[in-house]
């Protein structure tokens, strides 16, 4: 069947490395949102009578079993088929090969789930720090499932920032997941959100500072995530690859190799670890000082 075809222009492409993002307007149709947000429905409906966290629902601190609040589905892709299948469809295959060449490996995904006056902000950080790898043809790629509008807590990013340094996520000696707000607070006031309609897609280079606030207006703001690389970019800490049948499972397009590319990339290693680190959240919650402002 014939797809409408998503592939970048060089424009686009040029504009990726110098600022380290890129906004792709209207990629989804109106069938293929809807067949997300039933996925999403789906899957929200296992939340309720749930005391803790588990293993797919990340949950927000005012959370009861009586009146479930998810922040995050964890690893989405693996609890339902159309997360899988979206990060394998050509539309977004055509979107990522530019970027990181013919063969590319998926790694985990998330689904950030800011409910209207309360989602849960995400401090300033760097994927990198979670995740650095023998190269850094690493990045993200985001799915807006809402419109991102100015107050219901869009990611902003650092425009420039994938070039620079790899700042500290740490606090106290324990790697909390997120930057110390009053050491970029330069960087901070440059920052730029990624304002688009439902069924565009972001690409963000995994060593770009980014963060989003709490939605504090009365509509939605679901954010699909997908963590992707270049197949010959080899993890040096964090994820759960398991063996390599596992780890080669995780190819979307291309050939797997046995040969990292390694390059003079900066790393920090992301440990120790906080008493709950389960996720960025509950890693965040350690660090000293917050710069997003919470919902009570």
């Given at each position: 069947?014939?797809?409408?075809?998503t592939?970048?222009t060089p424009?686009?492409?040029d504009?990726y490395?110098?600022?380290?993002?890129?906004?792709v307007?209207d990629?989804?149709d109106a069938?293929e949102?809807?067949?997300?947000r039933?996925?999403?429905d789906t899957?929200?409906?296992?939340a309720?009578?749930l005391a803790?966290?588990t293993?797919?629902?990340?949950?927000?601190?005012?959370?009861t079993?009586e009146a479930?609040?998810v922040r995050?589905?964890?690893?989405?892709?693996k609890?339902?088929?159309a997360?899988?299948?979206?990060?394998?469809s050509?539309?977004?295959l055509?979107?990522l090969t530019?970027?990181?060449?013919?063969?590319?490996r998926?790694?985990?995904?998330k689904?950030?789930?800011k409910s209207?006056?309360y989602?849960?902000?995400?401090?300033?950080?760097?994927?990198?720090?979670?995740?650095?790898h023998?190269n850094?043809?690493?990045?993200?790629?985001?799915?807006?499932l809402?419109d991102?509008?100015?107050?219901?807590?869009p990611m902003m990013?650092v425009?420039?920032?994938h070039?620079?340094a790899i700042?500290?996520?740490?606090?106290d000696?324990?790697?909390?997941g997120?930057?110390?707000?009053?050491?970029?607070?330069?960087?901070?006031?440059r920052a730029?959100?990624l304002?688009?309609?439902?069924?565009?897609i972001?690409l963000?280079?995994?060593r770009?500072i980014?963060?989003?606030?709490?939605?504090t207006s009365?509509?939605?703001?679901n954010?699909l995530?997908y963590?992707?690389?270049?197949?010959d970019?080899?993890p040096?800490?964090g994820?759960?690859?398991?063996d390599l049948?596992?780890?080669?499972?995780r190819?979307?397009?291309g050939?797997?190799t046995?040969?990292p590319?390694?390059?003079a990339v900066p790393v920090?290693?992301?440990?120790?670890k906080?008493?709950?680190a389960?996720s960025?959240y509950?890693s965040?919650?350690?660090?000293?000082?917050?710069?997003?402002e919470?919902?009570?």
């Amino acid at each position: 069947m014939q797809h409408p075809t998503t592939r970048l222009t060089p424009e686009q492409v040029d504009h990726y490395r110098a600022e380290g993002y890129l906004v792709v307007h209207d990629v989804l149709d109106a069938a293929e949102l809807a067949t997300l947000r039933d996925a999403v429905d789906t899957l929200l409906a296992g939340a309720r009578g749930l005391a803790t966290h588990t293993e797919l629902y990340d949950l927000e601190d005012s959370h009861t079993p009586e009146a479930p609040r998810v922040r995050r589905l964890k690893m989405p892709h693996k609890a339902h088929p159309a997360f899988d299948s979206l990060i394998r469809s050509p539309k977004v295959l055509e979107l990522l090969t530019p970027l990181l060449g013919p063969s590319v490996r998926m790694q985990t995904s998330k689904l950030n789930l800011k409910s209207a006056g309360y989602g849960a902000p995400v401090e300033w950080h760097q994927d990198w720090a979670f995740y650095p790898h023998t190269n850094d043809d690493v990045l993200a790629v985001g799915v807006l499932l809402d419109d991102f509008v100015p107050d219901n807590g869009p990611m902003m990013v650092v425009p420039g920032t994938h070039r620079g340094a790899i700042h500290s996520h740490h606090h106290d000696g324990v790697f909390v997941g997120a930057i110390e707000p009053s050491g970029i607070a330069a960087e901070i006031g440059r920052a730029v959100p990624l304002l688009a309609r439902a069924g565009s897609i972001t690409l963000h280079h995994a060593r770009l500072i980014h963060g989003s606030a709490t939605n504090t207006s009365g509509r939605p703001r679901n954010f699909l995530l997908y963590e992707a690389m270049a197949a010959d970019a080899w993890p040096l800490a964090g994820g759960h690859w398991g063996d390599l049948a596992q780890f080669d499972a995780r190819m979307v397009c291309g050939e797997p190799t046995l040969q990292p590319r390694m390059t003079a990339v900066p790393v920090r290693m992301p440990f120790p670890k906080p008493p709950e680190a389960a996720s960025l959240y509950q890693s965040q919650k350690y660090m000293g000082t917050r710069f997003f402002e919470v919902a009570r």
